[in-house]
T-cell receptor, first 114, second 118 residues
Framework: DAGVIQSPRHEVTEMGQEVTLRCKPI?????LFWYRQTMMRGLELLIY????????DSGMPEDRFSAKMPNASFSTLKIQPSEPRDSAVYFC????????????FGPGTRLTVT | AQKITQTQPGMFVQEKEAVTLDCTYD???????LFWYKQPSSGEMIFLIY??????QNATEGRYSLNFQKARKSANLVISASQLGDSAMYFC???????????????FGQGTILTVHP
């Protein structure tokens, strides 16, 4: 069974451009999580979905960030406009249920905003 | 206040020896879960072990064991018989209970870089 799939793996963009990160969770997993990892702030949860519905977006840094999950097999995280401080590794994770002992992480997208 | 504290930025261990990575946590919930993840230099996050707050036995998974001391709010990871491939960043994380939208969120510590020497 394929794991969590993220694309692109690397993204380099210029400040002010729109960036869209994509995630395909593991089939049958009802929960999807977006994380951001930076040296300064470590690994932090941005938002999570249950059955395609956003449950908690309190970690989304500002209005420039938005996330959607139009169906059970696809989610996007969009940054518009992007800024250099958004440079980070963005992880998507999924789990079959909220009480699951583990979350399955994707390989991450390394975003560089110049 | 930090919910998850990993006080060791870096640790060194000789191959085949055991090593303990420290983790303390802060929560007022009675029901919570504690996790350890490994992040090698390739960047992916690999789940290692889980301990529920009501579990009476310490969790074990192969060479990994979690030394859970509830009264001290510590959840140290013990790696026995270290291997060169264990060199990586290790993260402790907590999922709090209590219901509401915060349930299910993992809060991560800052991580400990483990280097295994041959």
């Amino acid at each position: 069974d394929a794991g969590v799939i993220q694309s692109p793996r690397h993204e380099v963009t210029e400040m002010g451009q729109e960036v869209t990160l994509r995630c395909k969770p593991i089939s049958g997993h009802d929960y999807l999580f977006w994380y951001r990892q930076t040296m300064m702030r470590g690994l932090e949860l941005l938002i999570y979905f249950n059955n395609n519905v956003p449950i908690d977006d309190s970690g989304m840094p500002e209005d420039r960030f938005s996330a959607k999950m139009p169906n059970a097999s696809f989610s996007t995280l969009k940054i518009q406009p992007s800024e250099p401080r958004d440079s980070a590794v963005y992880f998507c994770a999924s789990s079959p249920r909220l009480a699951s002992p583990e979350q399955y992480f994707g390989p991450g997208t390394r975003l560089t905003v110049t | 206040a930090q919910k998850i504290t990993q006080t060791q930025p870096g640790m060194f261990v000789q191959e085949k020896e055991a090593v303990t990575l420290d983790c303390t946590y802060d929560t007022s919930d009675q029901s919570y879960g504690l996790f350890w993840y490994k992040q090698p230099s390739s960047g992916e996050m690999i789940f290692l072990i889980y301990q529920g707050s009501y579990d009476e036995q310490n969790a074990t998974e192969g060479r990994y064991s979690l030394n859970f001391q509830k009264a001290r709010k510590s959840a140290n990871l013990v790696i026995s018989a270290s291997q060169l491939g264990d060199s990586a960043m290790y993260f402790c994380a907590m999922r709090e209970g209590g219901g509401g939208t915060s349930y299910g969120k993992l809060t991560f510590g800052q991580g400990t870089i483990l280097t295994v020497h041959p």
